[in-house]
Every structure is written in structure tokens, then in C-alpha cells.
């Protein structure tokens, strides 16, 4: 008797290669959309992630409320404090919450790549080091250029991630698709 995994197996993932290229389509749209007005496009981002933020703040508010015998429930509920303002930021001001979130995606890839170059120094005796040294030159050049080009990048920046996320995301659901079409 097979033991079933949960996982869907290939045949039966086979049969909906049209799902996969439809899905890939609509996503490669939404990302030309998106690179046709960068600003919207950030400002969408910057509102995707300040209602992330808001749910998250009643999650930590309700946890807060469910350990009330605990000593270290204020700091839940400040946590939740300050998840609830920081989504509630990204509606009042979203060109500052972009500001900061460009900011901190700035450092973010400096900081990756440096910890990626130092991996793929101490990796030279290994096969194929210099792929992680490359990836980890182009990460950290990212953040500087981005740090350099901060705060008026901003208004674009974040958007263009979205932009080419999703386009790359559609591409690759349609070959995938197309892929499986062929088997």
C-alpha cells in the first residue's frame, strides 16, 4: 500500500498545465502594469505591507490579552502597539513608509551580500565558490546603489521589485506550464 505524501504527484499536476500557464499570464500582465506606473506600484507595495502590519498587530494585540497573568504581557502589547502604527503609517504617509522600507531593503542586500562574499571566501576549496562570490558582489552593489540613489528612489523602487516579480513569476508559470503541456 503507497503511503500518499500530500503531495500532488507529476501526472496529476500534468493535466492542469492550462491552470499554470493562465496564472502565469495574468501574473506577466499585472507586472507589465505594475512597470508601466512604478509610483502606483510602490505605493500598492507599501500598502500590501501595511496591512500585513495591521493584522499582525491584532495578532500580537489578542495574544497579548490571552496571557494576561504572564509579567511580560506589556511588551506584547507594545509590540502590538507598534505593528498597529507602523500599518497605519503606510495609509497616513506612504511616500515616508517607502522611504523607510527603501531604506531598509537598501541595507538588507548590503549586508546579504557582504555575509554571502564572506561564505564564498571561506568556500574556496569548494567547487563553484565563485557563483556564491558573484552572487554575493551583485547583492551587496544593489544595496549601495540603492543606498545611493536613497530616499529619491523610493518612489520607484519598491515598485519595480513588484514589477519584475511578477513578471518573472508569470514567465516562469508559463514555461512551466507549457513545459508540462509538452510531457
Known amino acids: 500500500m503507497a503511503v500518499s505524501s500530500g503531495i500532488p504527484r507529476l501526472s496529476e499536476v500534468r493535466g492542469k498545465w492550462g491552470w499554470f500557464v493562465a496564472l502565469g499570464v495574468a501574473l506577466l500582465a499585472f507586472g507589465l502594469l505594475a512597470a508601466g506606473n512604478l509610483l502606483w506600484a510602490t505605493v500598492a507595495t507599501v500598502y500590501y505591507v501595511g ?12 495574544h497579548a490579552f490571552q496571557v494576561k497573568g504572564w509579567k511580560d504581557t506589556i511588551y ?19 511616500v515616508l513608509t517607502s522611504k523607510v522600507l527603501t531604506l531598509f531593503m537598501a ?8 555575509f554571502r562574499i564572506w561564505v564564498a571566501m571561506r568556500s574556496r576549496d569548494e567547487s563553484g ?3 556564491l562570490l558573484a552572487g554575493g558582489i551583485v547583492t551587496a552593489l544593489a544595496g549601495i546603489v540603492f543606498l545611493i540613489g536613497w530616499p529619491v528612489n523610493s518612489l520607484w523602487l519598491l515598485g519595480l521589485f ?11 508559470l508559463i514555461f512551466f506550464g507549457l513545459a508540462l503541456r509538452k510531457v
Open 51 to 62: 496591512i500585513l502590519m495591521i493584522i499582525g498587530g491584532c495578532v500580537y494585540l489578542a
Open 76 to 94: 506584547w502589547v507594545l509590540s502590538a502597539l507598534l505593528y498597529l502604527a507602523a500599518g497605519v503609517l503606510a495609509f497616513t504617509n506612504p
Open 107 to 114: 541595507c538588507a542586500l548590503l549586508v546579504s551580500g557582504l
Open 129 to 131: 565558490w565563485g557563483w
Open 162 to 172: 513588484l514589477a519584475f516579480d511578477l513578471a518573472m513569476q508569470g514567465w516562469a
